[in-house]
C-alpha cells in the first residue's frame, strides 16, 4: 500500500517568507507526528497529533511554527516569518497507535527546506 | 526528559559483525526502537524491545537491558548496504506523552 508522502520534496524560500509542508499518512494511522532534522543532529520532535488534536506541541521552536490535522489525514506544518536556521530536513512520521506495543513509526522521504 | 547517547560514527569490515550501543536516562522506559537511515532518505524501522533480552531478525540482532539504561544493535555478514545512520530511539512514557525521542544515530561506515 501507499506509504507515508510528504510535500514538496525540496523548499527554497527567502528569509522571512511563510511557507506551507503537507504531510499524508498511512490510510487508518491514528497519531502523526512531525520531527525535522538538521546536518549531523538527530531527529528534533515537533508536534504531534492524536486523530486531528494535538496533545504535546512541546517541540515546537517558537510561535512561528504550527500545525493542523484535518479530517484524521492530511496534516500542514506551517512556518511564518522563516529564518535561516529554519533550515533543515522536515520529517512527517504516522503509525497506528502511540500507546501500542511494538509500533512503529512509517517515515515520510521529508521535505528539504533551505531557507536563503 | 530522556538522555540518549550514541557513537557518533563507527567503521566496519564487509562480512564482519558489529555491534552500535545506545545509552539511555529516563524516568519512564516505555520501549526502545532502532531504526535505519540512508543518506538522502527516510528512516526505516529495524527493531523494538520493551523487555530485558536479544531479539533476533535476520542479520539484525537487538539487546536490551532496562536495568543498565543500556541498548546494542548487533549486525552481522556485514554487506556494503548496511553503511548507513543507524538511530535509536526512545519511548518514556512518564507524563502520559509517549512520544519516542531520538539519539543523533551512529554512521556505519562499511568497507570492503
Known amino acids: 500500500g501507499a506509504g507515508v508522502s510528504q510535500s514538496p520534496s525540496n523548499k527554497v524560500t527567502e528569509k522571512g517568507k511563510d511557507v506551507e509542508l503537507r504531510c499524508d499518512p498511512i490510510s487508518g494511522h491514528t497519531a502523526l507526528y512531525w520531527y525535522r532534522q538538521s546536518l549531523g543532529q538527530g531527529l528534533e520532535f515537533l508536534i504531534y497529533f492524536q486523530g486531528n488534536s494535538a496533545p504535546d506541541k512541546s517541540g515546537l521552536p517558537s510561535d512561528r511554527f504550527s500545525a493542523e490535522r484535518t479530517g484524521g489525514s492530511v496534516s500542514t506544518l506551517t512556518i511564518q516569518r522563516t529564518q535561516q536556521e529554519d533550515s533543515a530536513v522536515y520529517l512527517c512520521?504516522?503509525?497506528?497507535?502511540?500507546?501500542?506495543?511494538?509500533?512503529?513509526?512509517?517515515f515520510g522521504p521529508g521535505t528539504r527546506l533551505t531557507v536563503t | 526528559g530522556q538522555n540518549i547517547d550514541q557513537p557518533t560514527e563507527m567503521t566496519a569490515t564487509e562480512g564482519a559483525i558489529v555491534q552500535i550501543n545506545c545509552t539511555y536516562q529516563?524516568?519512564?522506559?516505555?520501549?526502545l526502537f532502532w531504526y535505519q537511515q540512508h543518506a538522502g532518505e527516510a528512516p526505516t524501522f529495524l527493531s523494538y524491545?520493551?523487555?530485558?533480552g536479544l531479539e533476533e531478525k535476520g542479520r539484525f540482532s537487538s539487546f536490551l537491558s532496562r536495568s543498565k539504561g543500556y541498548s546494542y544493535l548487533l549486525l552481522k555478514e556485514l554487506q556494503m548496504k548496511d553503511s548507513a545512520s543507524y538511530l535509536c530511539?526512545?519511548?518514556?512514557?512518564?507524563?502520559?506523552?509517549?512520544?519516542?525521542?531520538f539519539g543523533r544515530g551512529t554512521s556505519l561506515i562499511v568497507h570492503p
Open positions: 512520521a504516522s503509525s497506528l497507535d502511540r500507546l501500542a506495543g511494538n509500533y512503529e513509526q512509517y
Open positions: 530511539a526512545v519511548r518514556d512514557a512518564s507524563g502520559g506523552s509517549y512520544i519516542p525521542t
Open positions: 529516563t524516568s519512564g522506559f516505555n520501549g
Open positions: 524491545n520493551v523487555l530485558d
